[in-house]
């Protein structure tokens, strides 16, 4: 699984035969991704700003795990926009409960114009139930550095696994269809918008689309207020072999209680991620 702002791998595990014990590999997996736009806890930045990432994690048998990621957004000035860094530990308490906690370091490039770069440090949160039917996680958030965010992520989704095969009896497709939820304050809103020269990039004329010259009087207050964020629905399939997977999602993102300087619209985001775990 590819970094996406706080979400990292899980050390994989497999469940050994006739046993039901779980056992825990070591491994190292690296991907790419390509987004058509960059989106940080619910919210964009004032162009849609298309992206390429690269992503390598390491994961040990006793559930730490280190990674880093490198991001290009095209459109945007800088060659390379940003590096991130971090570790962390998984556990597991039984098959449906596990969970991790991480923390992440955000290199960004002055220059890039995308909303993470009021970004500095993340420490991430996650635990995850899988009640059968559903599989529910809450996941918790502290950004700080230039700015100070405090987020709840809910997500609940269903995952679903072809039994049958694409091409031989090595692959197959699956599909996890979400609901995800996003609680939080929002300083990162305004503390980018106060210290950011908003330019247009190729291709764009007059007024940057999303930049309101006038938020209102109190934005700031309101941007140290926890309330939900955003709501999304995402759908993703991919096709897996023994160690790669191809994965293309839609999602649909509704952002609510928008502040600050920034105007936040509905939006439709795709994605197109490749990556290869190495046992």
Do not use: C
């Not at 040990?60 to 860094?85: C, H, M, N, Q, R």
């Not at 962390?88 to 449906?96: A, D, P, V």
């Not at 694409?166 to 304050?185: H, N, Q, S």
Request: aromatic share 18%; net charge negative; no cysteine.
């Amino acid at each position: 699984m590819l970094l996406m702002y706080g979400a990292v791998s899980a050390t994989p595990a497999v469940m050994a035969p006739d046993t039901g014990t779980i056992v825990k590999k070591q491994s190292v997996s690296a991907g790419v991704n390509y987004g058509t736009d960059v989106s940080f806890f619910g919210r964009t930045s004032q162009y849609r700003y298309p992206f390429l990432s690269s992503d390598v994690i390491y994961n040990s048998k006793s559930g730490l795990f280190a990674y880093g990621s490198i991001w290009k957004v095209l459109a945007s000035e800088p060659t390379v926009d940003e590096l991130d860094l971090g570790a962390g530990y998984h556990y597991r308490f039984s098959k449906e409960f596990k969970g991790d906690i991480s923390y992440t370091r955000f290199f960004i490039n002055d220059k890039s114009q995308i909303i993470k770069s009021s970004a500095t440090n993340d420490i991430n949160f996650k635990n995850s139930y899988d009640w059968k039917y559903l599989k529910t996680s809450a996941t918790l958030d502290y950004l700080f550095g230039r700015s100070n965010d405090f987020f709840v992520t809910i997500n609940n989704s269903k995952y679903f696994e072809s039994n049958w095969s694409v091409f031989d009896d090595k692959d197959y497709l699956t599909f996890e269809p979400a609901f995800t939820m996003i609680f939080g304050t929002q300083n990162f809103v305004q503390n980018f918008a106060n210290n950011h020269d908003f330019y247009n990039p190729p291709g764009h004329d007059g007024p940057p689309m999303h930049y309101d010259p006038n938020p209102p009087p109190d934005a700031a207050n309101q941007n140290q207020q926890f309330k939900l964020l955003n709501y999304s629905f995402k759908l993703p399939i991919a096709y897996n072999r023994p160690h790669y997977t191809l994965e293309a999602a839609y999602k649909y993102a509704i952002p609510v209680n928008v502040q600050g300087a920034l105007v936040n619209n509905h939006e439709s985001f795709f994605n197109l991620t490749f990556y290869y775990v190495f046992y």
